[in-house]
């Protein structure tokens, strides 16, 4: 099994398009990315975990799931990266391979330390224009095809329908 857990601020500021949006609706953006996970765990059949700073969101500790990812908002005073470091070090076992999405140095070097791989921000978000391509092919390649009649028919046989259809 594969686990990828993401420090979902650090992605935020990394990302042109949620760093954008970011600046004008930081809900915008977190249910933004979280959508984005979702389409590329669907996409890899990895294990996706989101964790935001509490900072950003004041109260206890929250866990949900949005898309079948999970969501993690920090207690206060716990960082995403103190997080994450707990998570790849309870999460971690023979079966299972972690990955961590951050582009924060001390974190990549912690994570390595632990067993986990690391992912920076920017290589996560081409591989998610990738995917986003790869999905929008198969979209419309889907699209493309013709719907086929159960029943093959003969031309002559379909313009008789055809007639019948319109009343003729």
């Known amino acids: ?7 979902g601020y650090n992605i935020i500021g990394a990302w042109p398009e949620l760093l954008e949006l970011r600046n004008k609706d930081l809900a915008a953006a977190r249910d933004l990315l979280i959508e984005k996970m979702a389409e590329y765990q669907a996409f890899t059949g990895m294990k996706v975990i989101i964790v935001f700073d509490a900072y950003e969101v004041q109260g206890i500790e929250k866990k949900e799931q949005n898309y079948k990812v999970e969501v993690i ?3 206060e005073n716990e960082t995403a990266d103190e997080r994450i470091e707990k998570l790849s070090i309870q999460l971690s076992n023979r079966k299972t391979q972690i990955h961590v999405a951050t582009s924060d140095y001390t974190e990549q070097w912690q994570i390595f ?3 986990a791989l690391r992912i920076s921000a920017r290589e996560l978000y081409i591989e ?3 995917i986003e391509k790869g ?12 719907p086929v009649a159960k029943i093959p028919l003969s031309n002559e046989m379909a313009e008789i329908f055809e007639k019948w259809r319109r009343g003729e």
């Open 73 to 75: 908002f920090t207690k």
């Open 113 to 115: 330390g632990q067993g």
């Open 135 to 146: 999905i929008e092919k198969n979209v419309d390649h889907i699209n493309k095809k013709a």
């Open 128 to 130: 998610m224009k990738m």
């Open 1 to 7: 099994m594969e686990i990828l857990l993401v420090d």
